[in-house]
């Protein structure tokens, strides 16, 4: 289900409206006192040039505009704290449903999405939105109402021929903000859009530094980086430009206004129409009139890149995932392991041919799948639709007789741990690294876990042992160690179907032999499948699989394929003799 950013927004407001009431009658009532001191200034004005002052009067008006200032700073202050409160707690809760939302999204969506641009939407754009709502509703509602009550009192306390008179210039504003509105936001989203490139370019290069420094390509990529840097910094001129020939327009209308103030009002007051005091306090109330036209430009362009933002927002949250729960899923409490698959034709979204053709095997509860075959033959994308990572058409994948498709992802998902190629590892302790599959689980679980691993001993040697710090993707770890971690959370989730893609390649052949070992002694009920280089990983395998060019080319056991001959053969006589050179 798509979300719509604004619709967000305004649903926040609701919810927190009451807060945003309080808030807003804390600014409008902080603009109704500070609106006192010039007509205060302006009695005091009158008073002295009456010759009234006395020490009573001097003490009271000076008692009067202190009361003033002191009131009008507590309570703006509680409106300005209510309103960034509340808008905190707005940015939170965006960013969670972004979040959430890309969770929910499918693994296809980000083989065409850069991490660097989404992550530039998770800071940047909700940053953005946060400012209008909070430090932008602030200024909005003072100014607004600082307008309001200026003029009130200026009608009442002044001149009302006056006022109209001055106020003319600033009716042009309006206009101004209809003409530069959308230059803003475009400019706004073109500063965004090079943010992302910026941000792209950065997630690339760290995910690469050690091919970068081994080839001392530095000072390239730092050349690459000077380029996004570059845009970056143009686009953010033109907008700075935009914003500030907007605000620049905005004082220049208010100071024609005082011009026009100064001269009529400078002739009303010689021909005695109003007393100098109103005279002086209608200048100080001109001055509050321009503030807050110059506050209200601000906003609008704030407010204008933050729509740039929210459209920017719209769009993300508008993805809709390609695999979703079916409509009405199969009542299925557990699954046991049996898998059967008969596969016509698989193809990647935005692929041009298929990545795999004619794929039929079947495996009971219990036993192991090995898969074999030589690089991009189609074994990882075989794994990948067991669990439907990505979606096989309907009808080819069955678990226990259930087509995958008709049960709910949570129940597919749950009967399923998968160790993909990279081993991938959260950069936190090793502990919870192998929790994240089981977060439940007790200390000895995971303890026990890492020896079915064999990587137990290895943890123990850590300084920290199983609080160990791996850091970025494990980078605390030689490729085995990570493979090893990785397995092991497989192990403690115990799902009835597990999957190994290429996940014993960076250990040693003893290594391999003990966790081959702990997985026929501790999985004898439950389904492995096996996806290897290295064929002595697969060779006790119940049914194995060759792969070649995304079709089946062989299959059947150890000794059923070397005797037939043909690539698993082939494959196993140029691994023994790369063993035996290596002795």
Known sequence: MSIDPKRLVWQFLREHKWTYLISMLSIVLSNVVMVQFPNLLGQFTNALQAGRLNAANLRYYSGMLLLVGVMYVVLYGIGQFGNGKTGRQFEYSLRQRLFTHWELLSAGYYRQRSIGDLLNHAMTDVRSVRESLSGGLNILTNSIFLLITTLFMTFRTVSVRLTLVAI???????????????????????????????????????????????????????????????AIVKRQLAAVRQGALFQSMIPLMGSISFAVALLYGGYMTLDGHIPLGSFVAFTL??????????????????????????????VLLSEEPEIKDPEHPVDVTRIRGDIRVNLPEFRYPDGDRPALSDISFRIGQGQTLGIVGKTASGKTTLANLLPRVFDPMPGCVFFDGHDIRSLSLDVLR??????????????????????FGKQDCTPEEIEEAARFAHIYDDIRHFKNGFDTLIGERGVALSGGQK?????????????????????????????????????????RDQTTVIIAHRLSAVRHADLILVLDNGRIAQRGTHEELLASGGIYAEMYALQEQGEEAAV
Do not use: C
């Open 414 to 435: 749950q009967a399923v741990a998968y160790v993909p190629q990279d081993g991938f590892l959260f950069s936190t302790t090793i502990s919870e690294n192998i929790a």
């Open 483 to 523: 493979q090893r971690t990785a397995i092991a959370r497989a192990f403690l989730k115990d799902a009835p179907i597990l999957i190994l893609d290429d996940s014993l390649s960076a250990v040693d052949m003893n290594t391999e032999k003990e966790i081959i070992s702990n997985l026929a002694q501790h999985r």
């Open 285 to 314: 109330y001109l001055g509050m009139l321009i503030t807050p036209l110059q506050q209200i430009g601000f906003v609008i362009n704030n407010f204008q890149r933050a729509s740039a933002s929210l459209a920017r927002l719209r």
């Open 168 to 230: 003319i210039p600033i009716l042009f504003v309006p206009l101004f903000v209809i003409w530069w509105g959308p230059k803003i936001r475009l400019a706004s989203r073109k500063v965004q859009e090079a943010l992302s490139d910026m941000a792209d370019l950065a997630e690339e290069s760290f995910a690469a530094i050690r091919l970068i420094k081994a080839t001392s390509n530095e000072e390239v990529d730092a050349g690459r980086f000077e380029q996004r840097v570059d």
